[in-house]
């Protein structure tokens, strides 16, 4: 599996951007996928995660303002971003753990990082 991620972009304090990850392969056997963002001088962060079975988990600052959308018909995970601050600006990542058979390897892949800029 190979993740793609894209709409990273500018927007002002209170807009809106929507990310886009594409997996090359099937994300079916994915138990976990979600979004990570990494601001200059700081470690990378959780933004919110789906597992499998569960609902999403989102971090404390994006909470009723993030949604996350997965979608298996077409192997990618989404991120709706709205009422942005000018603290959102990072680099965000998608992310996939999973095993393709119970005797397979689990892999955890990650996307290239797409840059989102907000500004007040």
């Known amino acids: 599996v190979q993740l793609q991620a894209s709409g990273g972009g500018r927007a002002e304090a209170g807009g809106s951007l929507r990310l886009s990850c594409s997996a090359s392969?099937?994300?079916?056997?994915?138990?976990?996928m979600g979004w990570y963002r990494q601001a200059p001088g700081k470690q990378r962060e959780l933004v919110a995660v789906?597992?499998?079975?569960?609902?999403?988990n989102y971090a404390d600052p994006v909470k009723g303002r993030f949604t996350v959308l997965r979608d298996n018909a077409r192997n990618s995970i989404n991120l709706q971003m709205n009422r942005l601050k000018p603290e959102d600006t990072a680099v965000y990542y998608c992310?996939?753990?999973?095993?393709?058979?119970?005797?397979?390897?689990?892999?955890?892949?990650w996307g290239q990082g797409t840059q989102v800029t907000v500004s007040s």
């Open positions: 992310n996939a753990q999973g095993q393709f058979c119970i005797e397979c390897p689990k892999y955890d892949v």
């Open positions: 392969g099937s994300i079916r056997s994915a138990h976990e």
């Open positions: 789906m597992r499998s079975g569960a609902w999403p």
